[in-house]
């Protein structure tokens, strides 16, 4: 299996980014403990700020493609539905992502209790006829559902570069092996977090992120994080900490706990040979690591991004 291979160098590659936005979410709620959108104001401040998260790591991850220079995202492209109890939340999204531009969104409803229907289609026809037209030099997909295998394969068929840019520990071996690599670095912790989503997230689900925590400490003493020393005590601090909603204290332990704990989610071989749990873990442990550390300095700054900018 080929983890990354580099599109030869050039003067000028576009790069088309192809979002399955309801895989995205599902596991970084899952990884948050959150549950699905809702009417609620709070959801939409959150979906406001995946937003510019999408657009911001999509950039990057267009930029990580070449080993020589011009890189440049020309079309963001976003796929997934939402229950009638969700659309404010994602008419949010819609308008946010839309007004930073370059995005072509195609988001539809879908039964409380149904599936989505023709959305994963869309997507693989979009991608399959774009390259077919030589819209773009290099695909970058954002999704571990290995339902596009086949449409991945046939996107190199035709000549293109196809890299997977997602978490490290949800993407489908089937879908790597028919990739050009996978793009660990644009969605993790550190990258993927800006003070924008932190500040949401503590503003509005401070409670849903110290059950979270909660809940991944009682991973780490069950799995097989790889630490560099002993990590009991830092656990039982932190336990004790989130029981108290202590996040000064939460955080410069967690930031502690992190430190122990290798970011093997940022290099794809050595999530290969370290396996998914433990992969799992490790990103899991930054993920909260950076939320508290960039919420807790948004507080004390007051910085945030301002409407219509991407955050840095």
Not at 276 to 286: F, G, N, Q, S, V
Request: hydrophobic share 40%; glycine share 6%; aromatic share 8%.
């Amino acid at each position: 299996m080929v983890f990354f291979t580099p599109a030869p160098a050039a003067e000028r590659y576009i790069v088309y980014v192809y979002i399955d936005l309801s895989n995205f979410l599902a596991e970084l709620r899952s990884l948050l403990g959150i549950g699905m959108f809702s009417g609620e104001a709070r959801y939409k401040e959150l979906a406001e700020a995946l937003a510019f998260t999408i657009h911001k790591t999509s950039r990057l991850a267009a930029t990580m493609t070449h080993t020589g220079r011009g890189a440049t995202l020309h079309r963001l492209y976003c796929y997934g539905s939402h229950t009638g109890a969700e659309r404010n939340a994602f008419a949010a999204f819609k308008t946010t992502l839309n007004a930073l531009g370059d995005a072509e969104i195609h988001i539809v409803e879908r039964p409380k209790k149904g599936r989505e229907k023709g959305i994963d289609i869309k997507l693989a026809t979009d991608m399959l006829a774009h390259a077919a037209w030589d819209n773009y030099d290099i695909a970058i997909l954002v999704s571990g559902d290995a339902d596009f295998e086949p449409a991945a394969r046939r996107a190199r068929d035709l000549g293109k570069k196809l890299y997977i840019a997602f978490y490290p520990h949800a993407v489908s071996n089937e879908l790597l092996e028919a990739s050009d690599g996978l793009l660990a670095l644009p969605l993790s912790p550190e990258n993927l977090v800006d003070a924008r989503l932190a500040g949401a997230l503590l503003k509005s689900f401070k409670e849903e992120l110290l059950t979270g925590v909660k809940r991944l400490l009682e991973e780490l003493e069950r799995g097989s994080a790889p630490t560099h020393n002993n990590i009991e005590n830092d656990i039982e601090r932190a336990r004790e900490y989130a029981e108290q909603g202590n996040l000064d204290a939460l955080t410069n332990t967690l930031r502690e706990l992190a430190s122990k704990i290798e970011p093997i989610h940022r290099s794809p071989l050595t999530a290969l040979k370290a396996g998914k749990e433990a992969t799992h873990l490790a990103y899991k442990t930054h993920l909260y690591k950076e939320i508290l550390e960039k919420a807790s300095t948004t507080k004390q700054t007051g910085n945030t991004a301002s409407p219509g900018k991407t955050p840095k």
